[in-house]
Nanobody, 121 residues
């Protein structure tokens, strides 16, 4: 059974940084793409970033490109999302996910419970 556990969320001022982490278990982590999604209050889930199995290919939504960086450590079964220059509109619950394609939102089919990120103005 795939388990994804996020950590690192919190409250930060606009312009600040946070680093989210996701610990994965239940299958061979290094074989699968990983991604981060977010959902703000009253909005749908947004695909933010994805990374392929090797870490050599990444995807970013236009809303975070240049500010967020996704990375993975296959030896530790973890994926990270470094978030810089945070804006109030980045406020959301952030979810770690895994699936079959790193750059297609519809390919993700396992989800963590989420971690709250709040950016104050």
């Amino acid at each position: 059974q795939v388990q994804l556990v996020e950590s690192g969320g919190g409250l930060v001022q606009a312009g600040g940084s946070l680093r989210l982490s996701c610990a994965a278990s239940g299958r061979t982590f290094s074989r699968y793409p990983m991604g981060w999604f977010r959902q703000a209050p009253g909005k749908g889930r947004e695909f933010v970033a994805g990374i392929n199995w090797s870490g050599k290919s990444t995807y970013y939504s236009d809303s975070v490109k240049g500010r967020f960086t996704i990375s993975r450590d296959n030896a530790k079964n973890t994926v990270h999302l470094q978030m810089n220059s945070l804006k109030p509109e980045d406020t959301a619950v952030y979810y770690c996910a895994t699936g079959s394609s790193y750059d297609r939102a519809s390919a993700y089919n396992y989800w963590g419970q989420g971690t709250q990120v709040t950016v104050s103005s």
